[in-house]
């Protein structure tokens, strides 16, 4: 029995052919074909065709621009793939919390704000730490002034920081 033939300038082969490439059934080819498979002539399909209609090769039909061309049934496949995807790497993360990789959120929120509770008190007390270590080589006035000077520059920065995220220093008066 002949199983590939030229038709319109296509190399085609015939359904049992394709079936046996493909490793489906011939019920399969069917389906596709009622589903919009290319089909050359009566029992015989391009391969190129079939691969593309697939979206096995070439650009194929994957962009979302495209997607209503692609079949319900198509669709229904592409969606379940990426369903399994996101369910993979759910279980993923999951055995990651279950083996100890990753720590819950909650944990972390109230670590941080233990801590920055404590660098904030060690910040505003620097300006008064400073001025006591510079109160005997100057007038109390310009220790008061050194304190306060400390104080809003380290408050601004902290006002920074919780308001944009970032610090952003003063520039050296000249």
Do not use: H
């Not at 049992?16 to 069917?30: D, F, K, P, W, Y």
């Not at 209609?53 to 692609?70: N, Q, T």
């Not at 759910?90 to 279950?98: K, P, Y």
């Not at 310009?142 to 006002?159: C, F, N, P, Q």
């Amino acid at each position: 029995m002949d199983w590939a033939r030229e038709i319109d300038g296509k190399r085609c082969l015939s359904t049992g052919a394709m079936c046996e490439i493909l490793g489906v059934t011939r019920q399969a080819m069917n389906q596709w074909e009622q589903q919009g498979c290319p089909k050359a002539a009566n029992g015989w399909w391009c391969p190129a065709d079939v691969l593309r209609w697939k979206g096995m090769v070439g650009p194929g039909l994957r962009s979302e621009d495209k997607a209503d061309a692609i079949s319900w049934r198509e669709q229904k496949t592409k969606a379940e793939a990426d369903l399994k995807k996101l369910q993979a790497a759910a279980a993923a993360i999951n055995l990651g919390v279950i083996k100890g990789k990753y720590v819950p959120a909650d944990e972390i929120t109230d670590t941080l704000s233990r801590f920055f509770v404590v660098l904030k008190k060690s910040l505003l007390s620097l300006g008064r730490k400073v001025s006591a270590e510079v109160a005997p080589s100057v007038d109390e006035p310009t220790a008061l002034r050194v304190s306060k000077m400390v104080k809003d520059i380290v408050t601004e920065g902290l006002e920074q920081i919780s308001i944009d995220g970032t610090y952003v220093p003063p520039r050296p008066k000249k």
